[in-house]
């Protein structure tokens, strides 16, 4: 059984930084693609950030420069360190993988999320 559990979400002043950590129990994890996408109340789910099994990575536009995605494949961790964090930045924060990541077709296996609050 397939299982990602989401950490490191809080309350944050605009201009911080939080790291989100997500642990996957989940066969081939190296191989895999895996993401962030996050949605805001009232709005539609946005792909953040995901990273190949190469470990190159893109991002979405409104968090280039300001976010990194990583993994430890060893450890079958995700991370997405935020930096410079802006109120419009608020969310839950879903970990993703096991498909392409696309922006229109997330992988199959999601975790719970975590929720991130950026004050002003």
């Known amino acids: 059984q397939v299982r990602l559990v989401e950490s490191g979400g809080g309350v944050v002043q605009a201009g911080g930084s939080l790291r989100l950590s997500c642990a996957a129990s989940v066969n081939a994890f190296s191989f895999l693609t895996v993401g962030w996408y996050r949605q805001a109340p009232g709005k539609e789910r946005e792909l953040v950030a995901r990273?190949?099994?190469?470990?190159?990575?893109n991002y979405a536009d409104s968090v280039t420069g300001r976010f990194t995605i990583s993994r430890d494949n060893a450890e079958k961790m995700v991370y997405l360190q935020m930096n410079s964090l802006k109120p419009e930045d608020t969310a839950v924060y879903y970990c993703?993988?096991?498909?392409?990541?696309?922006?229109?077709?997330?992988?199959?296996?999601w975790g719970q999320g975590t929720q991130v609050t950026v004050s002003s």
């Open positions: 990273m190949y099994s190469s470990s190159s990575a």
């Open positions: 993703n993988m096991g498909g392409q990541l696309s922006s229109k077709t997330p992988g199959v296996y």
